[in-house]
Antibody
Framework: DVQLVESGGGLVKPGGSLRLSCAAS????????MNWVRQAPGKGLEWVGR??????????DYAAPVKGRFTISRDDSKNMLYLEMNSLKAEDTAVYYC???????????????WGQGTLVTVSS | EIVMTQSPATLSVSPGERATLSCRAS??????LAWYQQKPGQAPRLLIY???TRATGIPARFSGSGSGTDFTLTISSLQSEDFAVYYC??????????FGQGTKLEIK
């Protein structure tokens, strides 16, 4: 079965750092473009960033609110995706979802596989 | 950045009836639009991509239509498990991949 399992969420103080992990299984992780999407409590979905597969160039893109503070990386040997979050703010409080583009293509990148999410709370 | 606007914010419909949800893009996204369903405490699930193609395992009562800037998600005969929040998302001009603010479909 295709599966994404996030971990690493928790309570962190403003200005602090946190690293989220996403373990992937059941599909070809090395060829998948990966994304992070977040959802603040009681709010809608917000795209955070994307990391292309190495074959696709391996580049990243980020949403404006997190650019310069968040970094997405991957370890294809371990089928793992990471989200390094620095200089955290209260407004970063959200459930963070790991997403794989599996059936889609680089030209048709719909989000067809979602993890269950991990909660990050930024509060003093 | 493309802004996606969904309407209505809340839709009250009786089981067995038809529900029609709308999504409008601030500029053309061609047919590069997806719909997601989210139930309380769960991750979103892909329903429709390419504006009108059902994802694997999605019942035929879900259908999508539209292109350019105006899109519709129709649920032909609502079942109890369909009451949820629905989001549209464009993936034509990215980044960013922009989502609508969601439509909550509730039982009337």
């Amino acid at each position: 079965d295709v599966q994404l399992v996030e971990s690493g969420g928790g309570l962190v103080k403003p200005g602090g750092s946190l690293r989220l992990s996403c373990a992937a299984s059941g599909f070809s992780f090395t060829t998948a473009w990966m994304n992070w999407v977040r959802q603040a409590p009681g709010k809608g979905l917000e795209w955070v960033g994307r990391l292309k597969s190495k074959a696709g160039g391996g580049t990243t893109d980020y949403a404006a609110p997190v650019k310069g503070r968040f970094t997405i990386s991957r370890d294809d040997s371990k089928n793992m995706l990471y989200l390094e979050m620095n200089s955290l703010k209260a407004e970063d409080t959200a459930v963070y979802y790991c997403i794989a583009i599996i059936s889609g293509t680089p030209a048709d990148p719909y989000f067809d596989c979602w993890g269950q999410g991990t909660l990050v709370t930024v509060s003093s | 950045e493309i802004v996606m606007t969904q309407s209505p914010a809340t839709l009250s419909v009786s089981p067995g009836e038809r529900a029609t949800l709308s999504c409008r893009a601030s500029q053309s996204v061609s047919s590069n639009l997806a719909w997601y369903q989210q139930k309380p405490g769960q991750a979103p699930r892909l329903l429709i991509y390419g504006a009108s193609t059902r994802a694997t395992g999605i019942p035929a009562r879900f259908s999508g239509s539209g292109s350019g800037t105006d899109f519709t998600l129709t649920i032909s005969s609502l079942q109890s498990e369909d009451f949820a929040v629905y989001y549209c998302q464009q993936y034509n001009n990215w980044p960013p991949y922009s989502f609508g603010q969601g439509t909550k479909l509730e039982i009337k």
